[in-house]
Nanobody, 115 residues
């Protein structure tokens, strides 16, 4: 059974940090390209960051320099380190895995940045 389980969300003040985790199981994690998306009600899902199976990384302009995506293939876990958080970073964050054989989504974790 394929599972992607996000954790680490919460309520923080502007300027603070959070680290999101996504624990994966049920598929060959090392082969898959991984992404973090975020979404607010009534808005389209936004690609935040991606990391390939070769560890190539890309970021949305809105988070470049503040967020870092990483993966631990030994632990089948994807991470998103988020620093200098802003109120506009508030959203539900989803992890996503894709390869030729298919794609999978996590259930999401809420991040709220507010004073």
């Amino acid at each position: 059974q394929v599972q992607l389980v996000e954790s680490g969300g919460g309520l923080v003040q502007p300027g603070e940090s959070l680290t999101l985790s996504c624990a994966a199981s049920g598929f060959p994690f090392t082969s898959y390209h991984l992404r973090w998306y975020r979404q607010n009600p009534g808005k389209e899902r936004e690609l935040v960051a991606s990391i390939s199976n070769n560890y190539d990384t890309k970021y949305a302009d809105s988070v470049k320099g503040r967020f870092t995506i990483s993966r631990d293939n030994g632990q089948n876990t994807l991470y998103l380190q988020m620093n200098s958080l802003k109120p506009e970073d508030t959203a539900v964050y989803y992890c996503h895995a894709h390869f030729f054989s298919g794609e999978y989504w996590g259930q999401g974790t809420q991040v709220t940045v507010s004073s």
